[in-house]
């Protein structure tokens, strides 16, 4: 990934799947990280 999409990415967040917010970059600190969405039917 291009350092200025990681970082313009990493300033975003995102519900967790307990609801708590997540910061996009910390995902990727330590090592690659995949994000995947998926869209919720009904």
Do not use: C, K, N, Q
């Amino acid at each position: 990934m291009g350092s200025s999409l990681a970082a313009a990415l990493s300033t975003i967040t995102l519900p967790d799947v307990d609801g708590r917010e997540v910061r996009l970059g910390s995902l990727w600190e330590s090592g690659p990280a995949v994000l995947v969405f998926l869209r919720h039917y009904g």
